[in-house]
């Protein structure tokens, strides 16, 4: 049964009549371009075939009920008395509420059932395919504009301002303006986007180390401090504007695990770039040697990748038909990914998921994936 049909099917058993709406919102792989879109930067991410979906039928009052099938709870928001209380995903909710209504948008209550495959804590980001998945649902009983860029403004504010979590834009503009079939190049600070198409014949393996971090309480927004301090030692609003040439003139002057920090994602800037042109011009070997660096200075400059990424990594790059492997995401755990030749899909799974038990003792998931559409809502009336 797929997802949309669970969720139809729960509703009923719920409420007692169909839904009115389905809104979905997709998880993302970040291809390369990480830990660059708190600095301004480029990144270059593609939305995936796994989404969160909600099936709803709007409320005449303002409250907002939405029973999760993943972690069998129910979230009851009063959207007049919007308050934390700190209990997992209903924050995300009440969050995306607060940032849509802090933006002077008119909100309706609604009643749903969610559910998704996404992985929690994977690094394909189920936080922002929910956040999505809200606002559609949102938009679609109240009757807003749905403006891509601008709702994925607004998801971020909830994610930094409501959940704490002081990440940058590129999850949820990639699941609010995904395209299917291919990626987006997306310049962060201006959120103007290109398609940019995978190379001929090349698929991209998700490897899911099973291993899993909480980005709140880890060193991330540690991380994004050492980078702010970086660029005011340059004088500069973000580290996008530091040239290769600048930061290798002056780098002596920063102290060490800050020099480490921005070398990375000044680097990772013209990586994204150089990727890009790479996959406009059906380059799979280019893009794979461009991820190859982009992980290697994730590990060694940016201090995020784990001795289980690495072993993925690792005997990914290893394997006849892999063009390149790095961890996506913010790291700490995890996924990384690999860009395969598309006939050799089954014997790359075969060989990592083998070699990763070896080397770890744990069992990794594997699996080929699409470039998928943003979010959406579809009327079931």
Not at 181 to 193: M, N
Not at 249 to 261: F, K, S
Not at 347 to 363: H, I, L, M, N
């Amino acid at each position: 049964m797929s997802l949309a049909d669970r969720v139809t099917s729960a509703y009923v058993l719920r409420f007692g009549h169909p839904p009115a709406l389905l809104a979905r919102a997709p998880g993302r792989v970040n291809l390369i371009g990480e830990h660059t879109d708190y600095s301004d930067g480029f990144v270059l991410p593609m939305a995936i075939d796994r989404a969160i979906w909600i099936a709803l039928a709007p409320r005449s009052d303002l409250r907002v009920v939405l029973h999760s099938l993943d972690f069998d709870t129910r979230a009851d928001v009063d959207l007049a008395r919007l308050e934390h209380a700190d209990d997992g995903w209903p924050e995300y909710l009440r969050g995306v509420a607060w940032a849509l209504q802090e933006a002077d948008l008119p909100l309706r209550g609604w009643q749903g059932v969610m559910a998704g495959d996404v992985p929690i804590g994977s690094g394909l980001s189920s936080s922002a395919a929910l956040e999505l998945a809200v606002a559609r649902a949102f938009q679609a009983v109240s009757a807003f504009k749905w403006e891509a860029a601008a709702v994925a403004r607004l998801a971020r504010r909830a994610e930094n301002e409501w959940v704490g979590m002081n990440c940058g834009i590129m999850d949820q503009m990639i699941s609010a303006a995904g395209v299917e079939g291919s990626a987006l190049l997306i310049d962060c600070r201006s959120l103007a986007t290109r398609q940019v198409p995978l190379p001929p014949e090349s698929v991209v393996v998700v490897m899911d180390s099973m291993t899993r971090r909480g980005l709140v309480d880890s060193a991330y927004n540690e991380c994004r401090a050492q980078c702010e301090a970086a660029a005011r030692h340059f004088g500069v609003k973000a580290l996008r504007d530091v040239e290769e040439a600048g930061f290798a003139a002056r780098t002596a002057q920063l102290e060490g695990l800050t020099r480490r920090r921005a070398r990375h994602v000044i680097g990772e800037n013209a990586r994204s770039l150089a990727a890009a042109a790479a996959m406009l011009a059906g380059d799979a070997e280019q893009l794979g040697i461009l991820m190859n660096a982009s992980h290697d200075s994730l590990r060694d400059d940016f201090e995020v990748s784990t001795d289980a990424l690495n072993a993925l990594v690792d005997s990914a790059r290893r394997q006849p038909g892999c063009f390149g492997a790095r961890l996506t995401g913010a790291g700490f755990g995890g996924c990384a990914i690999a860009l395969v030749r598309e006939d050799a899909v089954g014997d790359v799974v075969a060989a990592v998921t083998r070699d990763y038990e070896e080397a770890t003792g744990q069992a990794a998931t594997l699996y080929a994936c699409q470039p998928a559409a943003g979010a959406s809502v579809m009327s079931l009336a």
